[in-house]
């Protein structure tokens, strides 16, 4: 199995700029697509980009397109989610999931049921 481990997080401005970045000990990562996910306090988990095992296709859930980009580096094990204009209200936490399939990105689970691997999260926040 896969253990994924987030980094990246910080504080950020509005309209601010922050590049995440997801290690994986255990099993090598290019065995999995992965996923971005990202938590609000009080809330359920959100899905907001996935990457095919293969790397060729990616998807995007709508309120981010344009603006975050989820790309993968199978040599060094790593997962990145760039992020740009971002609007932080409250703390987020981010997450990297990880899932065994090889199915195009555009079918990739939007929910947290369809990922078996999960870290711990980085944290976001708002600068003032």
């Known amino acids: 199995q896969v253990q994924p481990v987030e980094s990246g997080g910080g504080m950020v401005q509005t309209g601010g700029s922050l590049r995440l970045s997801c290690a994986a000990s255990g099993r090598t990562s290019s065995n999995y697509a992965r996923a971005w996910f990202r938590q609000v306090p009080g809330k359920e988990r959100e899905f907001l980009a996935a990457?095919?095992?293969?790397?060729?296709?990616?998807y995007y859930r709508d309120s981010v397109k344009g603006r975050f980009t989820i790309s993968r580096d199978d040599a060094k094990n790593t997962v990145s989610l760039q992020m740009n204009s971002l609007n932080p209200q409250v703390t987020v936490v981010y997450f990297c999931?990880?899932?065994?399939?090889?199915?195009?990105?555009?079918?990739?689970?939007?929910?947290?049921?369809?990922?078996?691997?999960w870290g711990q999260g980085t944290h976001v926040a708002a600068s003032s």
């Open positions: 990457i095919s095992l293969s790397g060729a296709s990616t």
């Open positions: 999931p990880a899932s065994p399939t090889s199915v195009p990105a555009s079918s990739l689970p939007r929910s947290t049921r369809g990922y078996d691997y």
